[in-house]
């Protein structure tokens, strides 16, 4: 094929090509590669060097040389404590979940329900929460940093609250609007639509929808003789009440990727179906369900991406509290590196978050390549 | 279409009315007057209905209050940093989907494990470097470190690499430079993605808040949304909660606009961004 290659072609043409085609690849790709280079890449490894610093914010702005180089010291003191031991129950419910989930991944991958990626997924995940809440403080012992493990927690089960909320909303709402027609395409705009808005108006509408003295909520309890909840200084409730807020905030991104699901599934599966009388949630559970499979496990992982990284509801709605109850990672991070200027600390934490969402990045990219 | 349906669409009325609830419940609360709302906020049907009405709150947001400068300040933001975004991720997705060179793929898989990186793992280094430089409270410090992200690259890769090769090869024959071809020939076809990615990067940057609350501290230099954050926090006291309702509607208007003009296109870039950062 020689004779149509296309710089011989140019050059047949007689006329002049400026640049070879290497040279226009790298002039195009220059803009891109300096700002990746100097904005994504080497932040991201000076945020494993100040990791290894103590490192003062406001001393280093004024004196350069005011950061001491303390090796893996800051990660010790997030993460670690004196006197840690492990044990097999020290929290034996999230273990306990956590020793039921390998077992569930290997059982399901031996009878073939499950692709090996979402397996390896589930036994990784599984294990972790087997082992880490084993970790705790022996006799005399205490955690350097008494919020981290904590604060990890509760971003945990916030996600763990969210994740599930919105799969299963967007997931039924998805399968019921399956349908291309006016109606359905003017509800899938209304289920939609708060999720363009951006997380502070979110968080002020809700706000002041929990607000127990002017909040719609609480005006419909009071309508109905009951007493208003403090739904954001509550203990019992703040986190209940963020949740909420989240689900109704993102629910529409879950719910597009499920129709995208949905299209793909062919409708004669449906018609054979309906000859054994299988329609509506029988056919759901028999033919939806299992033909949805991947997209499934890609919006759970999306999602748990996504939500980890959770920040506004918290900073702005409960401000973390009643008590630390609603203390999430991201906020954690920013309070230890802007308020507590205790940059090396706050970095240690940013790696790790690092850590857990490259490890999920890695499993939506195994999965996302996986054939059907 | 038969009576199941119509019960499916009535029964899924019920729920997509609660969804929307909070959304009207903003809205109506911004028309109503200050004093009233510090009175009760449920003077007519549970306050979903703007009685008594008045647009005082809106005229008030432009006559004093700074939501008029951080709305510009969005505006500029965000469509600086769309046009950034599409320039460095148009040139880069064309070289990395069209032409060949010495190491493509090392680059292109450098390029695209960026996308694992999460912004919250590197506000930290990005806010020392732009300490550094002394770059803070500036509009560019707002828009460069999206510039960085490479999932418009992605994007822009993806969508050129379907495009047939012949389109490119009979202008080669021609004798047209590759600068020529990637502009004139390549560009116009990417519309669609172009428009995708603008939406995508436009939602992003007007709705961002976590870089910006780090980045700019000088009020002149807060976004809508930054502004939006620093006044909700005390607003029953100082500014009148139906006054705040009327700035979060402002704020809201830019993207509720775009979602409901090019709903395929937002629906498609969200569905993007969210799949792949």
């Not at chain 1, 979402?118 to 970790?135: D, I, K, N, Q, R």
């Not at chain 1, 003017?186 to 002020?204: A, D, E, G, I, K």
């Not at chain 1, 599934?265 to 559970?285: H, P, Q």
């Not at chain 2, 005229?59 to 320039?87: E, K």
Request: overall charge positive; glycine content about 8%; charged content about 10%.
């Amino acid at each position: 094929m020689a004779n149509t290659d296309p710089d011989a072609g140019a050059a047949r043409a007689g006329r002049k090509s400026y640049l070879s085609q290497s040279q226009a690849a790298f002039l195009l790709l220059l803009p891109f590669l300096a700002v990746y280079a100097l904005f994504l890449v080497y932040p991201f490894f000076r945020g494993f060097w100040i990791s290894l610093h103590d490192w003062n914010l406001l001393a280093v702005a004024f004196n350069p040389d005011a950061k001491e180089f303390v090796g893996l010291r800051n990660y010790e003191r997030v993460m670690w404590g004196r006197n840690i031991e492990w044990a097999a129950f020290a929290s034996p419910l999230l273990q306990g979940v956590g020793l039921l989930g390998m077992v569930a991944a290997a059982v399901l991958r031996y009878r073939g329900r499950i692709s090996r990626a979402t397996a390896v997924a589930l036994a990784t995940g599984s294990a972790l929460l087997f082992l880490l809440p084993g970790f705790h403080p022996g006799e005399d012992g205490r955690w350097y940093d008494r919020r981290f493990w904590p604060t990890v927690g509760n971003t945990v089960l916030f996600v763990g609250l969210t994740v599930p909320g919105v799969t299963l909303t967007a997931l039924i709402l998805a399968a019921a609007m399956n349908r291309e027609t006016r109606a359905m395409s003017v509800l899938r705009t209304l289920f939609f639509l708060s999720q363009v808005l951006s997380v502070t108006v979110v968080t002020l509408i809700w706000q002041i929808m929990f607000s127990p003295r002017q909040g719609l909520i609480a005006n419909i309890t009071e309508a109905f003789g009951g007493t208003p909840i403090n739904w954001l200084t509550d203990e019992q409730f703040a986190m209940t009440a963020i949740v909420i807020a989240t689900i109704w905030w993102s629910l529409g991104i879950a719910m597009i990727l499920f129709l995208a699901g949905l299209q793909d599934i062919s409708k004669d599966l449906y018609e054979a179906a309906a000859l054994d009388n299988a329609t509506g949630a029988r056919a759901f559970w028999h033919i939806t369900l299992p033909n949805l499979k991947r997209t499934i496990t890609l919006v759970v992982i999306l999602q748990i991406i996504l939500h980890f990284q959770v920040f506004g509801q918290s900073h702005l709605m409960t401000q973390g509290g009643p008590n630390d109850t609603t203390q999430v990672l991201v906020r954690y991070i920013y309070q230890t590196g802007f308020r507590d200027s205790e940059l090396g600390r706050a970095s240690a934490m940013a790696v790790f978050l690092f850590v857990i969402m490259g490890g999920f990045s890695v499993l939506q990219f195994l999965v996302g390549r996986e054939k059907e | 279409m038969n009576r199941g349906y119509y019960w499916l669409v009535l029964a899924l009325s019920i729920p997509a009315f609660i969804w929307l609830v909070p959304t009207i419940w903003m809205v109506s609360l911004s028309f109503q007057p200050n004093d009233v709302l510090a009175r009760t906020t449920s003077t007519t049907a549970l306050g979903l209905i703007p009685i008594p009405f008045t647009a005082e709150n809106y005229g008030a947001l432009f006559s004093f209050g700074q939501t008029p400068w951080w709305f510009l300040n969005s505006v500029i933001v965000s469509l600086g940093m769309t046009l950034g975004v599409l320039a460095v991720s148009t040139t880069a997705g064309y070289a990395l989907a069209r032409l060949d060179f010495p190491f493509k793929a090392t680059i292109a898989t450098i390029c695209l494990i960026g996308l694992m990186v999460p912004e919250q793992a590197v506000f930290i280094p990005l806010y020392t470097m732009f300490a550094d430089f002394g770059w803070h409270n500036s509009y560019h410090a707002l828009i460069l470190p999206r510039m960085a992200v490479p999932i418009g690259v992605f994007l822009m890769m993806q969508f050129f690499k379907a495009i047939p090769k012949d389109i490119e090869e009979a202008a080669r024959l021609d004798g047209v430079g590759w600068l020529k071809i990637f502009w004139y020939v390549m560009l116009p076809l990417a519309r669609p993605a172009m428009m995708t990615l603008a939406i995508l990067t436009f939602l992003y940057a007007w709705n961002d808040y976590l870089w910006p609350l780090v980045s700019a501290q000088q009020r002149e230099y807060f976004t809508i949304t930054l502004g939006l954050a620093s006044i909700q926090s005390n607003f029953a006291q100082s500014e009148g909660l139906g006054r705040v309702m009327a700035s979060g509607v402002i704020a809201s208007l830019p993207v509720v606009l775009l979602f409901l003009i090019f709903q395929r296109y937002v629906v498609q870039a969200m569905t993007v961004g969210g799949s792949k950062g």
